[in-house]
């Protein structure tokens, strides 16, 4: 016979050894339960805990980052205002503008493309056919190479230029020559490559017109473009 008693929710049945053994089985299923639960419960209280710490951590690597962050530089305009010296380049008197004319842009502009008497760099002139450097033309390079240091921002083309005479592809190879030798011994005098460059314009770009001795050798030369140092400004 099986008897049953419910008392707190535990339904037992008494049965001899058979009513035991399933009383002490459900007994462990329940305790099983309340385990399960307990795990669940620390697993939770223990990602919340974890998550808490790792925010406490970012916030405290955000404050250092701003207490550490480099003040960004004053503007060139707040330079300005609060009389702080400019680059040599930019403020050299005889670099207006922050670069020279080049001579394709003075005859696009329909002017002369003349050096400026008070340049900080003279044109060399070379004998006709010729792209050598002589004794005067490297004192002038000298020079330039001095003012090129001094003002370390600035870069310079180098236009190689021919008289009238001789075809235009030779004279074009003519003047790439002239601005070559140019550029090499500035180099040599430790001006960086990188703030040279070289064009040739032949015979295209004169300064003097008449068929003459005195007139052609002013038209075989170099002149020096200046500027500032921004790219795309030649």
């Not at 339904?11 to 035991?20: C, F, L, M, V």
Request: charged fraction near 25%; hydrophobic fraction near 30%; proline fraction near 3%.
């Amino acid at each position: 016979m099986v008897v049953v008693h419910t008392r707190g929710g535990l339904t037992r049945y008494e049965n001899g050894d058979g009513g035991n053994q399933l009383e002490s089985t459900q007994l462990e299923k329940k305790k099983e339960v309340l385990e399960m639960g307990q795990h669940l419960n620390q697993a939770i209280y223990g990602s919340l805990f974890t998550a808490v710490l790792a925010l406490s951590a970012c916030a405290s690597s955000d404050q250092g980052k701003s207490t550490t962050a480099v003040r960004p530089a004053p503007s060139s305009a707040a330079q300005a205002r609060a009389g702080a010296p400019k680059s040599q380049a930019l403020s050299d008197n005889n670099l207006p503008g922050g670069q020279d004319r080049s001579s394709l842009d003075a005859l696009r502009g329909g002017e002369a493309a003349n050096t400026l008497p008070d340049s900080s760099m003279k044109d060399l002139y070379f004998d006709f056919d010729q792209y050598n450097l002589d004794n005067d033309d490297r004192a002038t390079l000298r020079a330039s190479a001095d003012w090129l240091k001094k003002n370390p921002s600035a870069r310079a083309q180098i236009e190689g230029h021919c008289d009238e005479r001789g075809t235009n592809e030779y004279n074009l190879a003519l003047g790439a020559k002239r601005a070559q030798a140019a550029k090499d011994y500035l180099a040599s005098l430790g001006v960086a490559e990188n703030r040279l460059s070289t064009v040739s314009y032949g015979e295209e770009i004169p300064v003097c017109r008449d068929a003459t001795e005195s007139c052609w050798q002013k038209n075989r030369r170099d002149r020096f473009v200046r500027s500032a140092g921004v790219k795309g400004t030649f």
